[in-house]
């Protein structure tokens, strides 16, 4: 049986809390994104991939198209906060991947 992974990437500097929750975190400087995911993409033990949404959109769409593919790892996008009190997104998304999952629809509420 395969045992799978977790690992969060975010911005250079956006890390800390995520460290401080225990997650494996890597963080990615501008540019590195692409050379850096094709790798993570190869690793067969890799699960899921929580991924800062601003560094999601900075990859190419044929990487990502493959991700969505083959199904593992499985992308979880999130944003962080820039502001106070700001929510944070990728919840619609969170929804979709569920929805495409088990064939209903589930609303997520706070």
Known sequence: MAR???KV???RGDGLGFRLAGAPVEELAEG???ER???LVADESLGVLA???????RLPEPL???I???GVPVLLPFALPRRWQEAGRGEEYVATLMRRAIGYHVKIQR
């Open 51 to 57: 991924v800062e949404e601003e560094l999601m959109r």
């Open 68 to 70: 969505g593919r083959e």
């Open 64 to 66: 990502l198209e493959r």
């Open 9 to 11: 990437i975010t911005r």
């Open 37 to 39: 995911f094709k790798a």
């Open 4 to 6: 799978y992974w977790f």
């Open 32 to 34: 590195e994104e692409a």
